[in-house]
């Protein structure tokens, strides 16, 4: 199980804004069914071989990869990557434009640098390139919840996964990434072994805080908070518009206000130490089905809440008949004979319901 979260101080700065930009990154109809799903930004001319000599590779670029949301309850984990030139990284992203580890620059500096970014006219969009996995709160739980024998997919599993195919993905586009630089939080000399073996022509470099020390990095980590935040804006109006949008209590509400502005996401950041997230959650909890795609299910947050009594704001406890024939193998014709028939029948004869015989002519 999985619970991580950010000290109190930085609830504020998890917690999109209500005016968040919608990126291109977001894919309404998988967030809605809880899907997981990939996108790849389209690649600048300027980073491909050139028509009249597409044996050669293009320019020698950086790539960068960070994730945002890997701790709260609510919400997809999304990884993003971000590349170009080696010699644009330092002028265009520090010196330019001030990117900076998502979590110390304000909401709406990283939706407007990701506009920025998505915007057809600008030097970010002509000269970078940026792609992002976003993790659904059901496939992440599901891979974590699978039975023992299949054995449980963990997150560091799914992260090192969703990390190598979107890097696969920009080779596969005909990008010459020749450095690769990575955000960790793990042991960083595992993780950087691991990647060696898939990507052993680029210098690789894992290190916890990439995402301060590596502009590229920077610039992922604002690609993977800003779809992140979308996302959830996107999540949290379909939750409104079914009915879960009701606060449980006043504990959730900030500066204790009677309510908050319609615009705004009830739930807040998704960290379960935030206590509208929390409140939400109590508020809106089904006790049989629980929430919708936008919870995760194996965290203990929400497994607690479950599993409660029904008379403390539990759900309701199923329990599975237990089938006494061992015998798991049925055909589909038996489901449509009945039981006083099921000895010297004529399968195909019965498809239809009981044959009428000669004798009714």
């Known amino acids: 199980m999985e619970d991580s979260q950010p000290p109190a101080e930085d609830i504020a700065l998890e917690t999109p804004p209500s005016n968040v930009f919608i990126p291109p990154s977001i894919n309404e109809s998988a967030l809605l069914a809880g899907d997981s799903y990939t996108y790849f930004s389209p690649i600048p001319a300027s980073l491909l071989p050139t028509p009249s000599s597409p044996q050669t590779p293009g320019p020698p670029c950086a790539l960068g990869v960070d994730e945002a949301g890997r701790g709260p309850v609510l919400g997809p984990m999304v990884y993003g990557v971000f590349f170009l030139p080696l010699s ?82 920009v080779y596969a586009r005909g990008v010459n990434i020749q450095e690769i630089y990575v955000d960790t939080v793990g042991q960083p000399a595992v993780y950087q072994k691991k990647l060696e073996r898939f990507f052993p022509a680029a210098r690789i470099t894992v290190a916890k805080k990439a995402d301060s020390l590596y502009p590229c990095v920077s610039a992922a980590s604002v690609c993977a908070k800003v779809t992140r935040d979308a996302a959830l804006e996107t999540l949290w109006k379909e939750a409104k518009g079914r009915g879960r949008g009701r606060m449980a209590s006043a504990e959730g509400r900030e500066g204790g206000e009677e309510g908050e502005k319609e615009e705004e996401m009830a739930w807040g950041s998704g960290y379960p130490s935030d206590a509208r997230c929390v409140a939400w959650l109590k508020g809106n909890m089904h006790p049989i089905f629980g929430w919708g795609p936008e919870c995760r299910f194996s965290w203990g947050t929400s497994k607690d809440m479950l599993e409660a009594a029904p008379g403390k704001g539990g759900g309701v406890k199923v329990e599975w008949p237990v089938e006494e024939d061992n015998n798991d193998t049925h055909r589909l014709t038996d489901f449509f004979v009945a039981k006083d028939q099921e000895k010297d029948v004529d399968e195909l004869g019965t498809w239809f319901g009981t044959p009428a015989g000669l004798e009714a002519f």
Request: charge should be negative.
């Open 88 to 169: 644009l990284s330092d002028p265009l992203l520090r010196t330019t434009h001030h990117f900076d580890d998502s979590k110390v620059l304000t909401p709406s500096t990283r939706s407007a640098l990701m506009e920025t970014l998505c915007t057809p006219t600008s030097d970010l969009y002509t000269s970078c390139g940026w792609a992002v996995s976003a993790l659904s709160a059901r496939d992440i739980s599901a891979g974590m919840l699978r039975p023992n024998s299949a054995g449980a997919y963990n997150l560091n599993a799914q992260a090192m996964d969703a990390t190598v195919a979107l890097i696969q993905g």
